[in-house]
């Protein structure tokens, strides 16, 4: 129904950035909020940063504030999340998500579509 593509993951050491990119394609009329998780080994999926597919609100998770930065083109259907001040607590795999629900605080479980993950490692 929804395809979800994330590019831009990598190698940075601590301090660094890293722009991740998600581009959405197929039925992407119902898509009402965008969003990004990360998961590192033995861990459980955490929330990063959301973002309302009309642009009006954005959430982030407290351990990013200040941080990083989400944000949408709507023209390509693209949601980037812009990671600066990278620590070594970063590293996971990041993982794009798109829903349905219009509550910006929606936990994963919420979400409806999910990319394969881009790995995102942060060197001391």
């Known amino acids: 129904q929804v395809q979800l593509v994330e590019t831009g993951g990598g190698l940075v050491q601590a301090g660094g950035s890293l722009t991740l990119s998600c581009a959405a394609s197929g039925r992407t009329l119902s898509v009402r909020i965008m969003g990004w998780f990360r998961q590192a080994p033995g861990k459980e999926r955490d929330f990063v940063a959301a973002?309302?597919?009309?642009?009006?609100?954005?959430s982030y998770a407290d351990s990013v504030k200040g941080r990083f930065t989400i944000s949408r083109d709507n023209a390509k259907n693209t949601v980037t999340l812009q990671m600066n001040s990278l620590k070594p607590e970063d590293t996971a795999v990041y993982y794009c998500?798109?829903?349905?629900?219009?509550?910006?605080?929606?936990?994963?479980?919420?979400?409806?579509?999910w990319g394969q993950g881009t790995q995102v490692t942060v060197s001391s």
């Open positions: 998500a798109a829903g349905s629900t219009y509550y910006i605080r929606s936990p994963a479980d919420r979400y409806d579509y």
């Open positions: 973002i309302s597919w009309s642009g009006g609100s954005t």
